[in-house]
């Protein structure tokens, strides 16, 4: 007894020792997204060539001066139409459509098809250039257009957030007479009733859609004063990088232009710092002659960002993002502003 007393207590505080199990872990998930660029490619931008028509305005200055734009065009009140002119899927609330007065740091690209200013804000003094457009889409997506407006006030009151080496040139409104019409889909397209986003030299089709519309691309590439106003000012003053603004796919979308796709380390950098999905082409319908496609063709990596609604600006993840472009391109991840 005296034997087996000690063994019964032994085998009893055994059994109370909690069993050691291994958690399962579960695979990691499948990458879907590109590796993140350590560095900028290096790439000469080409010049225009052969694709622009004759009829282009007058060459602008090759450098580019901060002379304020005397008068402009009124802008009309936004309309809101009945939901029967939205096509199905679109989804619209009345949101302010901000016309930006021209000051001392803005300058006109050129003119829309009714005569108003295309005008442009640029900040810094650096050679890269970072171009950055909204309004494609005007009235249609006008958030695009208060999206950019809210940039230009913050470089102009934050000076330090141009980075050395950097020069940012924004376009609030490429296509004025679109927001004209309000948030209708008549916005969305310029006088002409051309949408400029199926207007660009790369991949132009007689054949262009808007989810299941079919859509007018012009009578030929380049055949709007809208595009051949900003390609002329791409032709004076090539711009590292562009960054198109659009509403609401969510997701940024890399230009494409056979025989040079060089716009998806761009989509990656904007991509990871904003958390918009990017990687992968549109694919929701058929796109063609594209802004974006257009720059990437011409050596100038450049995506279609969209926003991922129609009413907001979604303002803080596109500054970061724009912040971490300029970071890229200017190769100064150790500055502070890049550092945060």
Not at 121 to 141: Q, S
Not at 183 to 205: I, P, Q
Not at 223 to 228: F, I, K, L, N
Request: glycine residues 8%; charged residues 15%.
């Amino acid at each position: 007894m005296k034997l087996a007393l000690p063994i019964m207590i032994l085998i009893f505080m055994a059994a109370c020792q909690p069993t050691s199990v291994l958690p399962t872990l579960a695979p990691p998930p499948t990458a879907t997204r590109q590796s993140l660029p350590t560095a900028r490619p290096t790439f000469t931008p080409h010049p225009v060539t052969g694709s622009l028509p004759t009829s282009l305005p007058s060459p602008l200055p090759t450098v580019i001066t901060a002379s304020p734009v005397a008068t402009i065009t009124p802008i009309q009140p936004v309309v809101i139409q009945p939901a029967s002119t939205i096509p199905p899927g679109a989804t619209l609330t009345a949101t302010p459509v901000l016309t930006r007065i021209p000051d001392a740091n803005a300058f006109s690209i050129g003119r829309s098809t009714e005569g108003r200013e295309i005008l442009a804000w640029r900040f810094g003094t650096g050679e890269l250039i970072l171009l950055i457009v909204g309004g494609v889409h005007a009235g249609f997506e006008s958030n695009t257009v208060l999206l950019v407006n809210e940039l230009i006030t913050h470089f102009q009151s934050t000076p330090a957030s141009v980075l050395p080496g950097m020069s940012l040139v924004l376009v609030p409104v490429l296509n004025p007479d679109g927001l004209a019409r309000g948030r209708r889909s008549e916005g969305r397209f310029n006088a002409n009733g051309v949408d400029l986003n199926r207007n660009w030299g790369c991949g132009w089709s007689a054949e262009a859609y808007w989810q299941t519309n079919r859509v007018d691309p012009g009578v030929r590439a380049f055949s709007e004063p809208e595009t051949q106003s900003l390609a002329n000012f791409v032709r004076q003053q090539p711009p590292a990088s562009a960054i198109f603004f659009h509403s609401a796919a969510s997701g940024v979308f890399a230009g494409r232009c056979e025989g040079q796709r060089v716009s998806e380390a761009l989509a990656a950098v904007y991509g990871e710092a904003s958390g918009y999905p990017y990687g992968e082409p549109f694919s929701a319908y058929p796109v063609t002659g594209t802004a974006a496609s257009w720059m990437d063709g011409q050596g100038i990596p450049a995506v279609d960002l969209e926003l991922s609604g129609t009413r907001d600006t979604e303002f803080v993840r596109n500054l970061r993002a724009l912040m971490a472009v300029q970071c890229w391109l200017s190769g100064s991840p150790s500055l502070p502003q890049c550092t945060r």
